[in-house]
């Protein structure tokens, strides 16, 4: 039997551990790290700055000196905030030329005008460097900070700044891309110049700041996407750190050095620290460096007391996984007002970790497991928060049921899952999924479809009875579940589409069409038409109902949690076709559903 129940306890210490708390555990979480690699050979992985200019330009005045500082000063913040979190004898290894930042200049191929912020720019750019510094620099196994002279003077003494800032995709413990912009304005010398205006124009917007804060952005920017590039994800401070400042990887580009200004400056958390501890550049090792990480999350326990939301669970992974950072994420936002807490993972896979600050409404429960080579693996929860902020633990209970449900039933375990039903529904008798759970002690996969016709009842379900014909766009038409059992398949047993669960129906991944010989004999026809839950965010389908031919209902092109309710008048109609078409220029991931379809007299 699959063991996955919820449990929460309470943590003496609200919003996170206190400052003693956080250095042993950060001292512990090192020591595993350092264990892990004694034996490995010691590298001289380093940092490395790169200086991009377009080919109708130079590169901003006085760029090696102000680079310099600010590297370093970056540096110094990120190895000040290592050792004040509790890490020993961890600094930020940066390629030096002697006394300086080494910078690895590259002339652009194209003019100023060939380069721009979005995505698609920085990818260009890359492409050039990795062309120019062939055998000296390698994209696809270093770390990378590029800094872009996409900056220009105009008329009127304001700046254009059009230059890629953000860390690039994929970041991980193989490599790492981030982008920042210069500009001869940019320089730790005028962190404190709050008195003088600064004008500039970037994404097209006009803004204006004192030089000390546009110098607080921007160099702040460049220790945020360093964090990026380095494989650090957003996340914010806990209400017990703000007297700390802005956590770095929040909003900490915009106070970053503001102490300097008699502000509350920027703050690294023990979550990017830990994140930071098992990197390459910080271990110096390669050791499974290169190495696929998998993992196997099992045993999941999910409670709860007010605020305080406790998750505990096992994990196995072929790459020592040491820590496990909770994040409790409120919808939107971008991860910016994530929260986070950090939790040791046990020698044997165990591990324990207390949230206890959430927003109202939808959140994520991510854990995000660190392994000893630097790898990183997720796993996420959906979940909400009443208006005082506490988590409703009962859907994170259901949603490991759910899982643990289709996962016998799909293996053909009948009696498995019905012993699990059995036992989740006295223990939650106020469980949403009771409808779920009296559908799996009901099962019976001997059952077979009835002919239409020799129904005398006044209702009946069309996933009950013998199609004319039917036929699907992927896989085989399948009734009253969304796979068969024992299929080797991962999209789930029970039909739910929009994510809500139907006894009844049909899996109809589009294009499909569903045929029915209604015989004159019925008078109305309802169904709820959707994609089945867990659907891609680009995948759409169109549903359509024909009597005898004729279009009696097409619904919009629905997607993800998007269903219609579907009622139409039957009467005196002979073939009854349900129909889907992909709602895109291709059937990927067109998981179309018909839920309880049904007829009446």
């Known amino acids: 039997m699959l063991k996955y129940v919820l449990a929460f306890c309470l943590i003496l210490t609200a919003g996170g551990v206190c400052q003693a708390d956080?250095?042993?555990v950060a001292k512990s979480l090192q020591a595993r790290v350092r264990a892990f690699h004694q034996d490995a050979p010691k590298e001289d992985l380093k940092l490395r700055v790169v200086y991009f200019y377009p080919a109708d330009r130079h590169p901003q005045a006085n760029y090696r000196a102000r680079v310099n500082r600010m590297v370093l000063d970056i540096k110094d913040f990120y190895d000040t905030e290592f050792a004040r979190?509790?890490?020993?004898?961890?600094?930020?290894?940066?390629?030096?030329d002697g006394d300086e930042v080494k910078i690895h200049m590259v002339q652009g191929a194209e003019n100023h005008d060939g380069y721009g912020y979005d995505g698609s720019y920085g990818r260009k750019i890359l492409r050039e460097i990795g062309h120019q510094l062939r055998g000296k620099v390698d994209p696809d196994r270093e770390f990378l900070l590029i800094l872009c002279a996409l900056c220009d003077k105009q008329e009127d003494g304001r700046y254009k700044i059009y230059s890629p800032y953000y860390g690039l995709g994929g970041a991980n413990q193989v490599r790492g891309i981030c982008f920042a912009a210069d500009c001869e304005m940019l320089d730790t010398l005028n962190l404190t110049k709050k008195d003088e205006v600064f004008r500039y124009n970037e994404h097209n917007r006009d803004q204006q700041r004192s030089l000390a804060d546009f110098n607080t952005v921007f160099i702040g920017g460049m220790a945020h996407e360093l964090g990026h590039g380095l494989s650090l994800p957003h996340n914010r401070e806990l209400p017990s750190e703000r007297s700390k400042g802005t956590a770095l990887m929040g909003s900490g580009n915009y106070t970053y050095r503001a102490e300097l200004v008699g502000k509350k400056g920027s703050f690294m958390?023990?979550?990017?620290?830990?994140?930071?501890?098992?990197?390459?550049l910080l271990t110096q090792?390669?050791?499974?460096?290169?190495?696929?990480t998998s993992l196997e999350v099992t045993d999941i326990e999910f409670s709860g007391n007010g605020k305080a939301m406790t998750v505990r669970g096992k994990v196995k992974s072929n790459v020592e996984p040491f820590a496990v950072?909770?994040?409790?994420?409120?919808?939107?936002?971008?991860?910016?007002?994530?929260?986070?807490?950090?939790?040791?993972?046990?020698?044997?896979?165990?591990?324990?970790?207390?949230?206890?600050v959430h927003k109202p409404g939808n959140n994520a429960l991510?854990?995000?497991?660190?392994?000893?080579?630097?790898?990183?693996?997720?796993?996420?929860?959906?979940?909400?928060?009443?208006?005082?902020?506490?988590?409703?633990?009962?859907?994170?209970?259901d949603g490991l049921a759910i899982a643990s449900l289709e996962k016998e039933m799909l293996a053909g375990n009948i009696s498995q899952a019905r012993q699990f039903a059995q036992e989740y529904l006295k223990a939650n008798p106020k469980s949403q999924l009771q409808p779920m759970l009296e559908y799996v002690l009901a099962f019976d996969a001997s059952a077979k479809p009835v002919e239409l016709s020799e129904i005398s009842e006044g209702d009946a379900f069309l996933s009950d009875v013998e199609a004319m014909s039917a036929k699907v766009g992927y896989g085989r038409p399948t009734r009253n579940s969304y796979l068969p059992l024992r299929s080797r398949q991962d999209g789930g047993f029970f039909l739910r589409p929009g994510g809500q669960f139907h006894a009844k129906g049909f899996y109809a991944h589009a294009p499909s069409e569903f045929t029915f010989d209604l015989n004159g004999e019925w008078k109305r026809f309802t169904a709820v038409a959707g994609m089945q839950a867990g659907t891609q965010r680009g995948a759409s389908a169109i549903f359509i109902v024909k009597g005898d031919g004729k279009e009696l209902y097409r619904s919009d092109k629905l997607r993800t949690t998007n269903v219609e309710n579907v009622d139409i008048d039957v009467s005196g109609i002979k073939k009854l076709e349900l129909i889907t078409?992909?709602?895109?220029?291709?059937?990927?991931?067109?998981?179309s559903v018909w839920g309880s379809p049904k007829l009446s007299r």
């Open 22 to 24: 956080q250095s042993s």
């Open 85 to 96: 979190i509790g890490l020993t004898n961890s600094p930020l290894p940066v390629e030096m």
């Open 285 to 292: 090792s390669n050791k499974q460096r290169f190495e696929r």
């Open 325 to 356: 950072i909770a994040y409790s994420d409120a919808e939107g936002g971008n991860n910016y007002d994530a929260y986070q807490w950090t939790s040791e993972v046990a020698p044997d896979g165990t591990f324990e970790v207390t949230l206890d």
């Open 366 to 397: 991510r854990l995000s497991f660190c392994h000893a080579n630097g790898a990183t693996n997720d796993v996420s929860y959906p979940f909400t928060a009443n208006k005082q902020g506490e988590p409703d633990v009962l859907p994170l209970k």
């Open 581 to 591: 078409e992909t709602g895109e220029n291709n059937i990927r991931g067109c998981w």
């Open 269 to 280: 958390t023990l979550a990017s620290a830990t994140r930071m501890m098992c990197h390459p």
